[in-house]
């Protein structure tokens, strides 16, 4: 299958107790998603003087996903940050502070894939089931003779979900449209991960 797009970010709230969501948030407009697995090690089973099994499991990874924006409505629940309003001279101003107080959930993220297969555009749903972001990290240059495009992205860990059988990604088939992609994230992020 040939990736030929990115789109719909979404994330929602992760309770580890009940293996629940809380709902699908759009994150912004996708520009990347880079999904990096961290290699486990081969456990093998020897016999006979020869390997004769084995077997090597998910150890975690890294999602680093990139959006034309990050605001403020995505900021506050995604790394648990404060908002708040202050009164500076006779301005209304509204801000973000990262302090103490700031408790980074889990959560889950995904997004769909537009594939092309056989000269037939497809959308395909992707989701992570429990990541937890770390701070975004900025990179900020002054305006020159031309605009040059510095948008958000933000990294995070990607662990196994607290399921019965510990799943940490899932896949739909291949739908004929965006809105049945979105649709299937949807009901993901509104139901138990049990899998």
């Given at each position: ?56 499991q998910f ?131 509104a139901a138990?991960?049990?899998?």
């Open positions: 299958m040939a990736s030929i797009g990115l789109s719909k970010p979404y994330f929602s709230v992760y309770t580890e107790s009940t293996g629940a969501y809380a709902g699908a948030t759009l994150m912004g407009k996708a520009t990347t998603w880079e999904l990096s697995l961290d290699s486990g090690s081969d456990n093998v089973l020897y016999g006979d003087n020869a390997p004769a099994e084995s077997e090597t150890a975690g990874g890294t999602i680093a996903i990139g959006t034309t924006e990050l605001d403020a409505s995505v900021i506050v629940p995604l790394l648990g940050v404060t908002k708040t309003t202050e009164t500076i001279g006779t301005a209304s101003v509204e801000g973000l502070h990262y302090d103490d107080r700031q408790a980074v959930p889990y959560v889950g993220v995904a997004a769909i894939r537009k594939a092309m297969i056989g000269g037939v555009v497809k959308y395909q749903a992707i989701m992570l089931n429990k990541v937890k972001f770390s701070n975004l990290a900025e990179s900020l240059e002054t305006q020159g003779e031309t605009i040059t495009w510095n948008t958000p992205t933000i990294e995070g860990a990607v662990s196994k979900d607290d399921s019965t059988y510990h799943e940490w990604k899932k896949e739909s088939g291949l739908l004929a449209t965006e809105a049945e992609a979105i649709a299937v994230i949807t009901a993901w992020m138990p991960t049990e899998g």
